[in-house]
């Protein structure tokens, strides 16, 4: 069975290179243009900086200046001094659905593999993997969530395609950097794929590398694309991976905000650690994400670049020069310079609904300061008429806390866990009133 979305003509496939080629604005893109101070010449804001003070200083003081100035500055400025922009929508793409297997699960679910090619050959091509429950009331919430393996290692079901590309040798099974039969299933245990199904939920993957392969030494996927070959294009250490994996998400939302089975309303970003970073900067970018799930997202994400536990600015670009854009790399020794803070991102996905979570053995990504982020994201939402986190001390261990925005620390360290999935779907319960 098959479905296409969008019939790009030749002139369509012209006009979407020369978008690619050309064109690095966001999803979002403000339609003013800013012009921002050299780095260097910023004042230095020792505490994180209020979401609901422009740049200039001004405050603001109802959603409609939120809505119109200070929203548009921020995502301007995360994109001009952090992330890089988010590459553009494509003009027109295809989304494939390659096959359906209704006996999923001993029955339970539905199984469909989806190809997501948005533009020619050369552009990279995203395996969505979409698990629907059978028995629902209606079209069902769905957890997006972007991998680090492929699909394939999420179950052991043969039905699921390995992954085509370069895959990291930390991840089971695979030879050469390559998927093999017996990664099938690596990483099943950590994803609750019956249980998601039992209590109504759908869940959407891809993998990270199918859109832009975690490497700071080579890029294969969009950045390759969008380059055409021109190395001073596609610069490790100006090349904003996590802008591109977000790209990544809006592709698959653009499938399944057209897919009958699907909840448009009710989609939610998932990730763990970098790909957490990337789930909120997808949130804080694209209203069509209902609920953010950064797991345990640390520096670059869920932790204040300010912080002084755990991973800093300098770290993180030494490390992964390639996640951000080269401007980042000028707040290395001067983090306290940058116009804005990670509760700012939170505070970008207003009204909207987050839950951090985190570990008390993972001090590295700082569980104490992501707490500390949602607080300082909190004046957002009451702006905006809605509840924020609503809690003025980090709760005690495997106590979900929160309005809109939550918070949820347990023991252990950094992993991504079926224990810590049935904390997302009560997360969502409480934010969609979803039937248990």
């Known amino acids: ?79 001009h001094y952090m992330y890089g922009s988010i590459p553009p929508a494509p003009a027109h793409f295809q989304a494939k659905v390659l096959a359906q297997y209704p006996g999923f699960l001993e029955g339970k679910a539905t199984l469909k593999t989806i190809t997501i090619e948005p533009g020619p050959s050369s552009a990279p091509r995203i395996d969505l993997m979409l698990i629907v429950p059978n028995q629902r009331p209606g079209p069902a919430p769905v957890f997006l969530a972007m991998n680090f393996c492929g699909n394939h290692a999420l179950t052991e079901d ?63 996927g969009l950045y390759a694309f969008m380059s055409n070959g021109d190395a001073a294009k596609n610069n490790p250490a ?64 869920t932790a204040p670049s300010r912080g002084k536990i755990g ?11 390639h996640w951000f854009n080269a401007a980042f790399k000028q707040f290395n020794d001067a983090p306290e310079r940058l116009p804005f803070d990670q509760n700012c991102l939170v505070a970008l996905c207003a009204p909207r609904a987050v839950l951090f979570s985190a570990a008390q053995e993972d001090q590295w990504a700082n569980p104490a300061g992501q707490f500390e982020v949602l607080q300082a994201a909190e004046g957002t939402y009451r702006l905006l008429g809605v509840p924020g986190l609503e809690v003025s001390q980090m709760p005690p261990m495997r106590q ?16 991504m866990t079926a224990d810590d999935w049935r904390v997302f779907m009560d997360f969502a319960d409480r934010q969609w009133a979803a039937r248990p």
């Open 1 to 79: 069975m098959e479905s296409t979305i969008g019939k790009p003509s030749f002139r369509d496939f012209l006009t979407l290179l020369l978008v690619f080629a050309c064109s690095f604005g966001s999803w979002a893109a403000p339609t003013r243009q800013y012009v921002f101070p050299d780095p260097s010449v910023l004042p230095p804001h020792p505490t994180m900086p209020d979401p609901l003070v422009m740049l200039n200083g001004e405050a603001v003081h109802s959603a409609t200046q939120w809505n119109a100035e200070r929203r548009p500055e921020l995502q301007a400025l995360f994109e």
């Open 158 to 220: 043969p039905r699921v395609p390995l992954t085509r590309g370069w895959v990291p040798s930390s991840c089971k099974g695979c030879t050469n950097n390559t998927a093999t039969e017996t990664s099938r299933g690596a990483q099943s245990a950590d994803w609750p794929l019956a249980e998601l199904v039992r209590r109504g939920y759908a869940l959407a993957a891809f993998y990270s590398g199918d859109v832009d392969s975690d490497r700071a030494e080579v890029s294969n």
């Open 400 to 415: 979900l806390v929160g309005k809109r925005l939550g918070y949820y620390i347990r023991e252990g360290k950094h992993s």
């Open 311 to 321: 991973e800093s600015v300098k770290v993180i670009n030494d490390h992964f020069p």
């Open 238 to 301: 100006n090349r904003g991976t996590l802008a591109a994996w977000a790209w990544g998400f809006y592709r698959c939302l653009d499938y399944l905000v057209k897919d009958s089975d699907v909840d448009p309303k009710r989609i939610a970003a998932v990730g763990h650690s970098r790909n957490g970073k990337a789930a909120l900067l997808a949130a804080a970018f694209d209203e069509r994400i209902s609920i953010a799930f950064p797991h345990q997202a640390g520096c670059g994400g």
